[in-house]
């Protein structure tokens, strides 16, 4: 997944700015020392080359993908958690048998591959061009999930796909056809599945200048990602852009083409392996660091494991060697299939959860510093979730990356991997670190150990463990210093907030849009404070709980602060609003007035609560049977809307927070929910 990038605001000038506005005399808040002292320990002690061995060996087994693979990486990360000293090594699994689910996501089916080549055998084409994929050299070339054949294979025309409509394409003569396509076919497998087609040969790609690069196709279900039970096994090959074009113009010379595919694969009900171990700490809790494996990338994602391994090696030598204290808190590392894994060990660890303070998420690239786009961002939490490790994260950031001279990025919320731990039926405050590419080779062959660059390595694998041991050893008098880097940043989040108003004033042009502007501003702003309190106040989980009262009172005052900020931004962009009323002609003071929205009177007499944790990718109801809604396994405002529902809140709260967080949305909720209702993905205590 390739990140949008933006500049991370300047904390100084920030809050400069915050100062000037109120006239006060803050002092920004320094970092206790021991943080610069910490980075600087583990930056003396990690060692790159490690790493990269790490790396290397991860992806000469997953590159494969096939749950026998699987097992084999999963077993070399036991041994070498157990090599750099981790203890309670476990190496545990969710049962890969189409049927179970963790949360509302179905587990697939375990899937190997002894062999699978394509070949055009009409016309007859020159013996290196004929062959177009070939497990065994390339295994990318092979969908994963992709069904078997006869021993003796099945030749089949080929037809180029080209309308884009699913519902059309369930309705075209594909049977017994191979289906040339430049979308990815995992989209709308289920359509060629209605349309009795044998297969799809893949020309989709990120990257079409990676002429020789095939996209890994990662997902063969019917109705979702997973290969589950009543899945169909419709062969899935995947080719170059080169190799594409040479179909397209035998196509287009010939009018048939027939190829001949040959595939010995299997489905069975196996293990989807995960490892974990900790590095102990003197008390009960644990901070997290997790991230995937199973994936066919160097970049994506065996740098991500690759860097959380060295991260824990290198506390562990500092914390053995005596140059680091035994922390407070056991730090753990989760090393699993994405989403899948996590879902299936929160399921089943509940207790380990409830005492997992902060978490670190690492799909994580590692890319060579001479291109553009591969500086690190870092994810924050949802808004639902806001916390300090959001402003940690940064902070940590930025302790280390002017060192060298590195820029860094933060971008809001984005789901797409294990970062779900943060919303509230999990509730582990989790934040992500990411980095393009470069060359984007995001799910391609191209993906290969040559492309990692071993500072980018270096540089997540020392933010990790800083990150990590920081707050492993946090007590009270650091919790409080997270608190005011939080209200630091929540000065940040509100001038940003009345800001975005602010830029819209000099060009409203009457008197409802000045109004509509007053009450959306008003709205954000308070809204902005809410959040930023919630992330001042997130530190008590650091404190003891004999103490949290006490230091209750202590963030009282911080709050406060905050509070009085926030209406003096919002006073500001009054003050504008009626500035430009007057310039206007138009009378004075303005009365904020709310756009008019007609579902919000049905959705303030419904309460939804949820059943389970995560997301809801409807992964057991075919898409042409979902009635217009999407999927909840990626899409943003399903997922931020259903964060939100606590079972308290009325569904027209859930709507506006939800449109505090994303910004303006045109979605059916209240029709969302209620299908959501029907098909028992969620309650309603009220309605």
Excluded at 170 to 184: E, F, Y
Excluded at 268 to 277: D, K, L, M, Q, R
Excluded at 466 to 487: C, H, I
Excluded at 607 to 613: A, L, S
């Amino acid at each position: 997944m390739t990140a949008e990038r933006s500049p991370v605001p300047h904390p100084v000038k920030a809050f400069l700015i915050a100062c000037v506005v109120l006239g006060s005399a803050w002092v920004l808040t320094a970092a206790p020392v021991d943080l610069a002292q910490l980075v600087q320990a583990i930056r003396g002690e990690m060692q790159p080359s490690q790493a990269m061995d790490f790396m290397q060996q991860l992806y000469s087994t997953d590159r494969w993908f096939t749950y026998p693979k699987f097992q084999e990486t999963a077993e070399y990360l036991k041994k070498t958690m157990e090599d750099i000293g981790l203890k309670n090594v476990e190496l545990l699994g969710a049962p890969a048998d189409g049927t179970s689910q963790a949360g509302f996501w179905t587990m697939p089916l375990a899937w190997d591959v002894r062999s699978a080549r394509l070949e055009i055998v009409d016309p007859a084409v020159p013996a290196e061009h004929a062959t177009l994929a070939d497990f065994q050299k390339v295994p990318a070339s092979l969908g994963m999930w992709s069904g078997s054949t006869p021993p003796e294979g099945i030749t089949a025309d080929v037809v180029e796909l080209k309308e884009t409509d699913p519902a059309k394409i369930a309705q075209m003569p594909l049977k017994g056809k191979l289906v040339l396509t430049s979308r990815n076919p995992a989209d709308f497998k289920w359509a060629l599945v209605r349309a009795g087609a044998t297969g799809a040969i893949n020309a989709f790609t990120e990257n079409p200048k990676l002429e020789d690069g095939r996209q890994w196709i990662n997902a063969w279900g019917d109705n979702g990602w997973a290969f589950t039970k009543g899945s169909t096994p419709l062969l899935s090959f995947s080719i170059t852009p080169r190799q594409a074009a040479l179909v397209r113009k035998l196509l287009a010379e010939r009018g048939v083409v027939r190829m001949k595919a040959t595939v010995d694969s299997r489905y069975y009900s196996g293990v989807y392996p995960y490892v974990t171990g900790v590095i102990p700490g003197t008390g009960s809790e644990e901070v997290l660091t997790l991230g995937h494996s199973s994936e066919q990338g160097a970049e994506d994602n065996a740098t991500g494991v690759a860097a959380m391994l060295e991260s824990l090696a290198t506390l562990n030598r500092l914390i053995t060697s005596g140059r680091l204290p035994r922390p407070k808190r056991s730090i753990r590392l989760f090393i699993m299939g994405e989403l899948y894994g996590s879902m299936h060990y929160i399921d089943t660890h509940p207790e380990r959860m409830r005492n997992t303070v902060a978490a670190l998420c690492m799909d994580t690239p590692a890319a060579s510093y001479d291109l553009a786009g591969t500086e690190y961002t870092f994810y924050m939490n949802p808004h639902i979730a806001k916390s300090y490790t959001d402003a940690f994260i940064l902070r940590v950031a930025a302790e280390y990356f002017p060192q060298l001279h590195r820029p860094w990025h933060e971008h809001a919320f984005m789901s797409g991997t294990d970062t779900y731990l943060s919303e509230p039926t999990v509730n582990v405050p989790t934040v992500w670190g990411y980095s393009g590419s470069g060359v984007e080779t995001h799910h391609n062959s191209e993906d290969t150990p040559d492309r990692v660059d071993p500072r980018s390595l270096r540089d997540i694998a020392i933010v990790n463990a800083a990150y990590l041991y920081y707050l492993a050893n946090a007590g009270e008098p650091e919790a409080m210093w997270l608190a005011e880097l939080s209200q630091t940043r929540g000065y940040e989040q509100i001038v940003g907030s009345a800001a975005a108003f602010l830029d819209r004033v000099p060009t409203a042009k009457e008197a409802n849009g000045l109004a509509r502007l007053l009450q959306d501003a008003t709205d954000r702003v308070a809204y902005s404070v809410d959040r930023e309190t919630q992330s001042v106040l997130s530190v008590l989980r650091l404190v003891p709980e004999q103490r949290r009262g006490e230091a209750a009172k202590t963030l009282a005052s911080l709050v406060d602060n905050l509070s009085r900020f926030g209406e003096e931004q919002a006073v500001r962009v009054r003050h504008a609003i009626d500035r430009r009323a007057l310039e206007l002609g138009l009378k004075t003071p303005v009365k904020p007035i709310a756009a008019s929205d007609p579902q919000l009177k049905e959705a303030a007499k419904i309460v939804v609560r949820r059943k389970r944790h995560g997301t809801l990718p409807l992964d057991d109801i075919p898409p042409d049977q979902r009635e217009g809604y999407p999927s909840g396994a990626w899409e943003g405002v399903p997922t931020i809307a259903l964060y939100w529902c606590d079972g308290h809140r009325n569904l027209a709260e859930v709507i506006h927070l939800t449109r505090m967080e994303l910004g303006p949305i045109d979605f059916d909720f209240v029709g969302y929910f209620r299908f959501l209702r029907k098909k028992g993905y969620v309650d309603f205590v009220q309605e």
